[in-house]
């Protein structure tokens, strides 16, 4: 083993630094800190971290991490992490050790693709019913619409209902939640949730309101025997292999506001960012037309994703460009080697998907949106971890087979019928924004019109 650390900014470079963490930028100073520094950079102070840590960019030192040696590095408390527990509770995000074990051998069968196969009516479902709310020439923000398909979605996968009366207050209370943590994320000290700051007041309002909802379903379901088969049933019916335990409330609670939140938040983003980059590409929007028009979306399956080939690279690339989680934190469990570099026990790392999607060495023009990257013959030679939208190893996204049909079969079915376009014809000035997921920085209007 070598016996250096990384190389990284000293402590006074972190004066240089302050300008990107008080814009509460943490993509632009990992990418700065990267592009000084090199693949692997040990830093004194990055805004996701509220400390020091390490920045890990080469998709070798990745596959390490989250794959090849992965028991030897843990889920971080990141602050995020920290603030989301009081909201998540125990759930799947949030958890760690024995409790997530147990947890994820229940719940991961639920999402397998042939389980989640069974939702694929419900996302074209929704899709049309979008696209037909807006009449031709009718103006709408593009990210207030992508949440309210979203939610519409995951509260029928959840509970069975479209959560309809309570969409404005559950949207009320998340956008409560991500402004509030990304605010508590990105300044140097914030006070500690118990205390009763107005800021700290309306964070745990907006939890009780998510937790009421979440409750009152459960008690609900608890006395109706002849439910339908969602996924709060099966949550409630649950038996773990090994200990023969099932949930109780609180644990059923607290997984289903996990779902919630990870489940319709992410795809929000990703269906944001999707028309973003389809209205700023009309050839690319044609194409994707004229590739899903024809296609049969009466009954949907997991053979009609086959399909929907060019939708799919378009979702992936949209992935690749705007990751909905751009970053995410480990902590060593032991000293490890990275990159040639000594790494202690304890220390938290920085990996981010955001990164190494637009890295200029594992891919040609990274900032151009052309899914035909996607395409087998220009991805086959490429690094394995080059994309990991969805993370890898144990940790990696439980819910990505959902989205992975949700998001090609939304948006076929919405372009199929209605062309979403800037409603002033020319493309939004927008950056991404890291509160909860990569959000636009600013409203994006769009306008609904019939393919001409
Ligand atoms: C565009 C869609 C999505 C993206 C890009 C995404 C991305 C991710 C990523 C990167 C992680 C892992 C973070 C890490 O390694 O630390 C993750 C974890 C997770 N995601 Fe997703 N996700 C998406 C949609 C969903 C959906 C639809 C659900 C559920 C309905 C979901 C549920 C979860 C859960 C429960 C975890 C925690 C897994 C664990 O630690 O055991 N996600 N997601």
Known sequence: MSSTGPPGPGKRDIVAMLPDAVRNDPLQSATALREDYGDVVKFPYHPSVGGSGYLVCHPDDIRTVLLTEQTKFRAHETRAREDFKVVMGEGLVTSDGDHWLRQTRMITPMFHKQS????????????RRAAAEHDPGEEFELLREAKRIALRIIGQALFSTNLEEREPDIYEALTTLRNGFKRRNYSP???????????NRRIHEARDLLWTVAEELIEERRGDADAETDLLSLLLTAEDEVTGESMTDEEVRDEVITFLIAGHTTIAAALT???????????????????????????????????????TRVVKETLRLYPSVPLMGRETDEPVELGGYDIPESATLIISPYLAHRDARFWECPSAFDPDRFRPERSDDRHEFAYFPFSAGSHMCTGRELAMLELPLVIS?????RRWTFADGTVPDVDPDFGINLEP???????SEPWP
């Open 116 to 127: 989640v196969e069974r939702f694929c009516d419900l996302f074209v479902r929704e899709a």
């Open 189 to 199: 000290v914030s006070p500690p949730l118990w205390m009763p700051t107005p800021e």
């Open 273 to 311: 960012w999707t028309w973003y980059l389809l209205a700023s590409n009309p050839a690319a929007h044609r194409r994707l037309y004229e590739s899903v028009r024809d296609v049969d979306l009466d009954s949907p399956s997991l053979e009609t994703i086959g399909d929907l080939e060019e939708a």
């Open 413 to 417: 079915a919405v372009v199929a019928e």
């Open 441 to 447: 920085d600013n409203p994006i209007e769009m306008r």
